[in-house]
Structures are given as structure tokens and as C-alpha cells.
């Protein structure tokens, strides 16, 4: 058996479909472990030797629907906004 074309034509099963995780298709089927985030692992995938797959994958890449409001509300004090103390007492 060579290595080349004659090898080439038997690649017809897929070994990774699509993680529900991270979207991308790195679920592996049989082992049903995701080889980019590691899902279902509660924790996500990273590795010190993978710096630059860290730098893409880190907080601050990408939406930051809840965290990006937060240092504005810590450097009020988190308000809620009900009435305040002068307010209330006048």
C-alpha cells in the first residue's frame, strides 16, 4: 500500500462533527470529547504550551455582555438605583 493518491481516495468518514460548545468542528465522535474547549468538561480547554490559541480565546475577545458594565457600576459603589440617603431623609 503507498502513501500517496491510493491512500488519499479511502478519506471518506469524519472523525470530528460540530461541538455545541464552541461551534467549531473539533468534536471528536467516538471519543465524545471535544479536542478545541474540551466539552463536556466543566472547565475550559487551555494549555501553557499554547500561548497564541490563549491570546485568541481569552475574556476580552469577545462580547463581554455582563462584564464590560462592571468596573463602571464598581466605581459607584454598584448602585441599585433606589433612593438615595440624602432622599430619604429630607
Do not use: D
Not at 469524519?14 to 468542528?25: E, F, L, P
Not at 499554547?50 to 454598584?78: D, P
Request: aromatic share 6%.
Amino acid at each position: 500500500m503507498s502513501k500517496g493518491t491510493t491512500s488519499f481516495g479511502k478519506r471518506h468518514s469524519k472523525s470530528h462533527g460540530v461541538c455545541r460548545r464552541c461551534n467549531k468542528t473539533s468534536m471528536h465522535k467516538q471519543k465524545k470529547t471535544c479536542a478545541s474547549c474540551g466539552y463536556p468538561a466543566a472547565k475550559i480547554r487551555n494549555h501553557e504550551w499554547a500561548q497564541k490559541a490563549k491570546r485568541r480565546k481569552t475574556t476580552g475577545t469577545g462580547r463581554m455582555r455582563y462584564l464590560k458594565t462592571v468596573a463602571r457600576k464598581a466605581k459607584n459603589g454598584f448602585q441599585t438605583g433606589g433612593p438615595t440617603k440624602k432622599a430619604a431623609t429630607a
